[in-house]
Every structure is written in C-alpha cells, then in structure tokens.
C-alpha cells in the first residue's frame, strides 16, 4: 500500500522494498530472565542515514533513538516529557521557548553535549537535508543563552513544535561530527548505545552495544541492540517464525494469524485512514467536486464495513475522520455521519445537477493489485459515477501532487493536530494539491494555532467538523497497524509513529 513518509522515500518504496535478504542476530532472541541479554528487531525499512540534520523518522526511528538523545520524548500515548532538556517553558505568546538542558550528558566521543550544541542541531535540520525539515519551518532561530539554557524563537506559534523536539527535528548529534567524512553511517550521539561496526553491514544489519554512563540507565532494558532488516514481507515472517528475531513491526495484516500461531503476540494499533482524498474542491479539472453535495454523495456510497472486510481483511475501524481517536478534535459522534446510503447518494447528485451521474478520472497502480480499485469502481458506479483510472505506476504519489488527479485513493498517517492540518488541509499543505482555500476554514485554522490551552480542543474539533460536514475527503477505516512480540518481550506501542519507541519495548 501506498503510505506516505515522505514524497521522495514514498516514490522510492513504490519501485522496491529496500533491504537485504533475511539474516539472523548473532545472539538470537532476548534475555528471559528480565535483565539484559541482546534484544533483536525486524524491520523492512533500512536507514537512510545517520547524519542527524539530514535524518527521516516514522520506520527509521529505532536506529536514531538507538544512538541519540532528543530534546525531549514523548509517552507513548503522545504526552511530552523530559529528554534532555529537564524544563522547558514559553512566553505569554508562544514565540519564545526557553529549554533548559541537563547536566552530565556526554556524547559517545566524550565530549560534553550543552546547550550550544542542542542550539546548532536546531539550526542544522532546519538548514538540513531531512524530507522533515518543515518540521522547523517556524524557527526563526536558536542560541544558546548559558551552558545549560536554549532560547529558541519562532516566527509564529505552532502548537505542534514541542512535539517534533521529540522526533528527528529534536535529535541532537556531536557537533564534533558535523564535518565528519563519514558522518552518514558513523553516529557520534548522546544516545544510550553506540554502533558496533565491526558487527553491522550497512544496509543488513546493525549492531549496538550499550553505552556506560548513559544519563538515563533505567531507560535502557538489554546489553546489546540488533536490527535486521529484511527484504519484504514474506522474509520478515520467516525470520519471525524461526525465532530470528524478538520483536518487528508487520506489513500485511494476512500474516497475522501465521505470526500468533508461531507464539508471537500481535500488538495492534491505529495508525493510518485509508479512504479517498477528493482533492479537487474548487472544480479546477473534475467540475463536479465543487459542490458539496457531491462529495457528501462520494461520501454515502461507500460501504466502509464491506470494504473494511475486503481490503483491510476486518482490521481496523470504520470513520468519517481523518483525525485520530488521540487527537482533541477527535469527535465520535462525527462517525454516525455518511452511512452507506445508495439512494441518498443519488438525492444528493440530482440536487447537484448530476441526476445520471459523471465521469471521475484517477490514478490507479499494479503495484497496489486491483481489489481496490476495482471496489471504488463498483461501488461508485451504483450510485451513477463512473470511475475510469489512468495507471501512473511508480509515479503514483508524484502525480497526485502534481496535481494530475481530482481524486484518490491513498493511506494517510493520522499525525497530531496540527502537524495534520498543515499536511492534508490548510492552503500549503502536501496534500491540498490544488490549494483549496476556504475562508471559514482559514479562519478556523488560524483559531487553532492561537487558541489557549483551555480552548484548544474546541478549535481542532471545529476544524474536524468542516471537514467532514464539507466532505473535504471520504474515508473509510482507520487501520490497523501491528507490532509482534515474542513470549520474552513486551511493548506499549507509540501514537504517531510507526514503530514503537526503544525504551517501550522491554523484557517480559
């Protein structure tokens, strides 16, 4: 399935899975008796650097985290904690944040990570040559007040900012590094290990071993990490029912059942919506689109249970939202909206003017399988739309950005309020293609980047309201993503990322 990363990484995943061929960690599963021993991960997603400023999260986050320190973390229901700065706090308007950094933390190198050094790797990945470099788009700049305090400025409040110091966007990397030859597969970080490159083959496998002195012990639950990454699928399952590995984030909900009976426990989460994007709002190429009412009826035709089933094979969850149940503007009651009702479907286009329906270019793609397409196909035509698809194959994501296409399918990630808005609604966003601009969701827009905290939820859950009252997308289901255990490990999954966070994946 297409499911965005980023657009280059997204175009990349499209032509092949990239990774090596199934291998096993040298010391096998984890320790049983709760204390150190070698924890192995599977992942299908290999690293695409290690240089800090240039960095990617989402499947690459183990390897980061494995050697770097964030500014701050996240718990895994999303709430912000301490990293390495012990406070922080803003001013009245939110434009000023001061960090305090903590002292005694040292980088793999020994030299002393302060606040100067956070205050450069601020500065790096805004510059860098990360697909998240958006992430710092409101950094206006960053310094380093004393040793131990960063005032960093923004252009405009974000509320979503604090977050991303706990992702890729907060990594802090050894400015000793920054001009280092080999900075790209050579980490110097304050992180809890470091890498073993007499043991890694870049690209197969990496080793890591753990860092003494490391400023949150307790955080840190095996002597030893390996991630091994295998070429697609069927060879991380293999590699999971011959024990080669503890713990690995899944691809394909029909592996499943085959994963449970080999003793692996599936931990389940939702992380992505899966629907169409009706993407032409204004009527720039699809005419019909404009009216609302023909996307409330795009909306009605759908069976999400019948699809659910189909496509998703029962995993997951019927919705109208793409906000995520995490979210404050999460509304449940939103979800009783745009039942699967035929005939009110047709209603709704008579009144529009499309009483025999209309004609709906998309894009479709081989390397998805034709199920999909065809159930859109089918179930739009009973309504008197009919889809025809033009196969853009590789070029799927580039073309739907283009844009090329007044509506798609696709899997979205379900991020945080405002990372979302300013990814699939507001006038900028990656997938407002055509730069839909409506003045009453402007407006609500903006009442969410201002809005204190006793107001904020409000503000999203209005956002959310238009979007589903205007039928800006029709989705189907929130799916369900899954990470599997063996009987020596647990884990408490992360909201807003694809894989879990190191420290949350512990012995048994």
């Keep these: 399935m297409f499911r965005w990363k980023r657009l280059a990484a997204a175009a990349i995943a499209i032509t092949t899975m990239v990774g090596l061929t199934s291998c096993a960690a040298d010391s096998g599963g984890g320790s049983s008796d709760g204390s150190g021993g070698t924890l192995t991960l599977g992942a299908i997603q290999t690293l695409s650097t290690f240089a800090a400023a240039d960095s990617y999260w989402a499947n690459e986050s183990p390897y980061m985290q494995a050697v770097y320190d964030t500014v701050l973390r996240a718990e895994p229901d999303g709430t912000i904690t301490e990293g390495l700065a012990s406070a922080w706090e803003y001013n009245e308007d939110s434009t000023v944040l001061t960090l305090t950094i903590r002292d005694g933390v040292t980088f793999s190198d020994g030299s002393t990570l302060d606040a100067d050094a956070v205050a450069q790797n601020l500065i790096r990945f805004r510059d860098g040559n990360s697909p998240d470099t958006n992430k710092?788009?409101?950094?206006?700049?960053?310094?380093?007040?004393?040793?131990?305090?960063?005032?960093?400025?923004?252009?405009?409040?974000?509320?979503?900012?604090?977050?991303?110091?706990?992702?890729?966007?907060?990594?802090?990397?050894?400015?000793?590094?920054?001009?280092?030859?080999?900075?790209?597969?050579?980490?110097?970080?304050?992180?809890?290990?470091?890498?073993?490159?007499?043991?890694?083959?870049?690209?197969?496998?990496?080793?890591?071993?753990?860092?003494?002195?490391?400023?949150?012990?307790?955080?840190?639950?095996?002597?030893?990490?390996?991630?091994?990454?295998?070429?697609?699928?069927?060879?991380?399952?293999?590699?999971?029912?011959?024990?080669?590995?503890?713990?690995?984030?899944?691809?394909?909900?029909?592996?499943?059942?085959?994963?449970?009976?080999?003793?692996?426990?599936?931990?389940?989460?939702?992380?992505?919506?899966?629907?169409?994007?009706?993407?032409?709002?204004?009527?720039?190429?699809?005419?019909?689109?404009?009216?609302?009412?023909?996307?409330?009826?795009?909306?009605?035709?759908?069976?999400?249970?019948?699809l659910l089933t189909a496509i998703g094979q029962g995993y997951g969850t019927p919705t109208t939202q793409i906000f995520p149940t995490s979210s404050e503007g999460y509304d449940e009651s939103l979800d009783?909206?745009?039942?699967?009702?035929?005939?009110?479907?047709?209603?709704?286009?008579?009144?529009?003017?499309?009483?025999?329906?209309?004609?709906?270019?998309?894009?479709?793609?081989?390397?998805?399988?034709?199920?999909?397409?065809?159930?859109?196909?089918?179930q739009l035509s009973e309504v008197g739309i009919t889809v025809t698809y033009t196969d853009a194959g590789n070029n799927f994501i580039a073309d739907v950005l283009a844009p090329k296409y007044a509506a798609t399918w696709l899997t979205l990630q379900q991020d945080p309020d405002w990372a979302l808005i300013n990814f699939e609604l507001s006038p900028n966003a990656i997938f407002n293609p055509f730069k839909n601009a409506d003045p009453e969701l402007e407006t609500l827009i903006e009442a969410v980047r201002t809005a204190p905290e006793a107001d904020y939820a409000a503000a999203v859950q209005a956002v959310n309201k238009y979007t589903v009252d205007n039928a800006w997308f029709a989705p189907w289901y929130r799916q369900q993503s899954s990470f599997v255990t063996d009987a020596n490990t647990k884990v408490e999954t992360q909201t807003g990322n694809a894989y879990p966070y190191l420290w949350n994946i512990t012995p048994a």
């Design 136 to 306: 710092m788009a409101d950094l206006a700049d960053a310094v380093a007040t004393d040793a131990s305090t960063v005032t960093v400025t923004l252009k405009q409040a974000n509320p979503t900012f604090l977050f991303y110091l706990t992702q890729n966007a907060g990594l802090v990397e050894a400015p000793s590094a920054f001009e280092s030859a080999d900075i790209q597969t050579t980490p110097v970080g304050s992180g809890p290990y470091e890498l073993d490159a007499a043991k890694t083959v870049i690209g197969t496998s990496y080793a890591f071993t753990k860092r003494d002195g490391y400023w949150d012990e307790e955080s840190v639950h095996y002597d030893d990490l390996v991630i091994n990454v295998y070429s697609d699928s069927t060879a991380l399952v293999n590699a999971i029912k011959g024990g080669q590995v503890n713990a690995a984030n899944t691809v394909d909900n029909n592996d499943l059942k085959e994963i449970e009976a080999s003793g692996f426990t599936v931990n389940a989460f939702e992380l992505n919506w899966t629907g169409l994007l009706l993407l032409d709002r204004d009527g720039t190429i699809a005419p019909a689109l404009k009216d609302v009412r023909v996307r409330q009826a795009i909306n009605y035709a759908f069976d999400k249970e019948s």
């Design 336 to 378: 009783d909206d745009y039942p699967y009702d035929p005939e009110k479907a047709k209603e709704l286009l008579a009144e529009a003017g499309y009483p025999d329906g209309f004609e709906l270019n998309m894009p479709s793609s081989s390397l998805v399988g034709s199920a999909t397409f065809t159930l859109i196909q089918q």
